[in-house]
């Protein structure tokens, strides 16, 4: 397959709560991006990690990303009911074309 | 600055019949991409344009679906026959020049259901 494996498919937690979802990938990497996606907004860019970075930081997001072991993950702390969505990961194949992964879906319960 | 915007935002046609789809781009962004995202799936690229140029079609099925960007601004894209398969949402997106550093900014989605 030419995506990514993200993990888990779908996570269920309570508002306040910490998300964390992971992403694997098997060709080396420029730079790695995270997306979101609800039926509200549509398809979002959250955050982009280069391949030179460990770690960033955007608000509540926290992405890192281990080149060693071609893998990232996103951490959203305290969530919220609005963090409710499909959060995909996205690597860059080639000079420009984006490679999305399947995809977790977050649920926040109240 | 207003977003990417995509049109129909729904279409429901029986196999075999035509249908396109209408992209209109954020003003000034020279990349335009069209990707295919089946239910429960990531989007898949289905083919970028550079200005009016095709920058990759590798995973366009081009015996079925044609796009087009004559003026390097707006575009639509065609699928003629259509199949149950290609039952999916279709999104278009820009970006600034098209660079592996840049962000893809997305349109609402134009979603299809072939019957």
């Known amino acids: 397959s030419q995506q990514g494996e993200e993990d888990p498919q779908a996570l269920s937690i309570q508002e306040g709560e910490n998300a964390t979802m992971n992403c694997s990938y098997k060709t080396s990497i420029n730079n790695l991006q995270w997306y979101r996606q609800n039926s509200g907004r549509g398809l979002v860019h959250l955050i982009l990690i280069r391949s030179n970075e460990r770690e960033k930081h955007s608000g509540r997001l926290r992405v890192t990303l281990d080149t060693s072991k071609k893998s990232s993950s996103l951490l959203i702390t305290a969530s919220r009911a609005a963090d409710t969505a499909s959060y995909f990961c996205?690597?860059?194949?080639?000079?420009?074309?984006?490679?999305f992964g399947q995809g977790t879906r977050l649920t926040i319960n109240p | 600055e207003a977003g990417v915007a995509q049109s129909p935002r729904y279409k429901i046609i029986e196999k075999r019949q035509s249908v396109a789809f209408w992209c209109n781009p954020i003003?000034?962004?020279?990349?335009l991409y069209w990707y295919q995202q089946i239910l429960g799936q990531g989007p898949k690229l289905l083919i970028q344009f550079q200005n009016n140029g095709v920058v990759d079609d590798s995973q366009l099925p081009k015996d079925r679906f044609s796009a087009e960007r004559l003026k390097g601004v707006d575009s639509t894209l065609k699928i003629q026959p259509a199949k149950l398969e290609d039952s999916a949402v279709y999104l278009c997106?820009?970006?600034?020049?098209?660079?592996?550093?840049?962000?893809?900014?997305f349109g609402p989605g134009t979603r299809l259901l072939v019957l």
């Open positions: 996205a690597r860059i194949q080639g000079a420009q074309k984006l490679v």
């Open positions: 997106a820009s970006s600034i020049l098209g660079g592996s550093q840049e962000t893809q900014y």
């Open positions: 003003s000034g962004h020279a990349t």
